[in-house]
């Protein structure tokens, strides 16, 4: 039980991996009683005698995992991880909020595919539909599209949505608090 709270306790990282070994890691770090987060996307491939839907990670070559940062031995051990995303040598947890809207994206059934991390845009957050309370930047196109971003990456996911879900992100101070 006890270690069961420190897994509730402890804050997720994103885990450098080698390209096209995120699914072995993600059931590695799963066998060995860690949470792991893998965001996939479907993807048509086309080769030359078939056309085959694909299972891709949103974020090529990161895998998220929640852990204690103290004890991170035994996951830098795994062979197809490279090293815990941070700075110098310490590790930089992940915000909790961002994998959340993560998590809700992907079982949301809403087709999300990468994007370009962006720094520019406007703040929205989704006050309608399967994506209800989802915070992001708001990008003009032909569709309208909801880009969430894990800030330490500097990588996005873009997700279409509804105008109406949209609703602008209210900043305290804004505009002189209205």
């Known amino acids: 039980m006890a270690e069961e709270d420190g897994l509730k306790s402890a804050a997720w990282f994103a885990l450098a991996v080698i390209p096209r070994k995120e699914k072995v890691t993600a059931r590695t770090l799963r066998a060995k009683g860690y949470e792991e987060f893998l965001p996939l996307y479907k993807e048509k491939r086309k080769w030359s005698d078939r056309v085959q839907t694909v299972e891709m990670p949103l974020f090529t070559g990161y895998v998220f995992s929640r852990f204690d940062p103290e004890n991170r031995l035994p996951i830098l051990k795994i062979p197809s991880v490279h ?34 991390y962006l720094t520019a845009g406007a703040k929205v957050t989704l006050q309608h539909g399967p994506l209800k ?19 330490l990456l500097q990588r996005s996911v873009s997700v279409e949505v509804d105008r109406e879900w ?3 992100l209210r900043i305290y101070g804004e505009l002189g608090g209205r």
């Open 133 to 151: 309370g989802v915070e992001g930047i708001l990008v003009e196109a032909k569709e309208t599209r909801l880009v969430l971003s894990v800030s």
């Open 166 to 168: 949209i609703a602008p």
């Open 83 to 116: 090293q815990i995303v941070g700075f110098g040598k310490s590790p930089q947890p992940i915000d909790d909020a961002e994998i959340s809207a993560l998590q809700t994206i992907c079982q949301a059934a809403v087709q999300a595919v990468p994007c370009p």
